[in-house]
C-alpha cells in the first residue's frame, strides 16, 4: 500500500486542525449562554425569594407601613342660575357723589371776593352698565328681542369690558332657553369663553355650552 502524501506533513497540516477548533468555540459559547441563564435564573428566585419575605414580614412592622392615602371629598357641582335671577343680578345705575370745588381764600388787605360759581364736573357715563340696565328693563317688560339686541351690542362693541363676558352668556340662555336657537346660543357661549370670563362663571359656561350642543345634535 502506497501514502500518496508523507504521514508528517498530514499531521501538520493546520487544515485538519480547524474543525477541531470551530467545535471547540462553539462549544464554549454554549457553556457561557448556559452560565449565564443559570446566573439570571438564580437572580430573578432570589429577588421573589426576598419579595416573599418582605411581604410576609411586614405586619411584624406597623410603622414601616404606608399610610392610607386621605379620601377626597368629590367637588361640588356648580348649578347654573335660571336666567331670570340672572337678570336681576345685573348692574344697577347709581349716581354718584361729585365734589365741588372750594375757591381760593382771598387775600387778608383786600375785601372778601364773592366765590365764583363752580358747575360740577360732568360724571363719566358707564355705557356698559347703561345698557345693561336697559337690558333688564326690557326683559322685564316681556320685550325680548329688545334685551337680544342690547346684549348682542355689549359683546360686540365693549368686548374689552369685563362685563362683556356675562352680558354674552346673558345672550344664549335667551336664545336656548326663550327663543330655541341652541346654534345661535352655542356661538355666544363658546364667544363669552373666548372673552376670559370670570373664574365663578367658566363652569357655567361651559355646561350651558355643551346643552346646546347636545340642542343641535338632537333637536
Request: hydrophobic share 45%.
Amino acid at each position: 500500500m502506497t501514502l500518496q502524501r508523507p504521514i508528517k506533513s498530514v499531521l501538520h497540516e493546520g487544515a485538519y486542525d480547524a474543525p477541531v477548533t470551530r467545535g471547540w468555540l462553539r462549544v464554549q459559547r454554549k457553556r457561557a449562554v448556559r452560565d449565564t441563564v443559570r446566573k439570571g435564573a438564580l437572580a430573578v428566585s432570589c429577588l421573589l425569594l426576598a419579595a416573599s419575605v418582605g411581604w410576609a414580614v411586614r405586619p411584624l412592622f406597623p410603622s414601616t407601613m404606608p399610610a392610607p392615602a386621605p379620601s377626597v371629598a368629590p367637588a361640588p357641582q356648580v348649578a347654573a342660575a335660571p336666567l331670570d335671577s340672572l337678570m336681576q343680578a345685573l348692574p344697577r345705575v347709581h349716581a354718584r357723589t361729585v365734589a365741588l370745588q372750594r375757591p381760593a381764600p382771598a387775600a387778608v388787605p383786600a375785601p372778601p371776593a364773592p366765590a365764583p360759581k363752580v358747575e360740577p364736573a360732568a360724571e363719566p357715563v358707564d355705557v356698559v352698565a347703561a345698557l345693561l340696565e336697559s337690558v333688564r328693563l326690557a326683559y322685564e317688560a316681556g320685550d325680548v328681542s329688545r334685551a337680544t339686541a342690547l346684549l348682542h351690542e355689549i359683546g360686540e362693541k365693549h368686548a374689552d369690558d369685563p362685563r362683556a363676558a356675562q352680558a354674552l352668556y346673558v345672550l344664549g340662555l335667551i336664545q336656548l332657553d326663550k327663543q330655541g336657537d341652541a346654534e345661535h346660543a352655542a356661538e355666544s357661549f363658546t364667544h363669552a369663553l373666548e372673552l376670559s370670563p370670570a373664574p365663578e362663571l367658566v363652569a357655567p359656561l361651559w355646561q350651558a355650552l355643551e346643552r346646546a350642543r347636545a340642542l343641535q345634535q338632537n333637536p
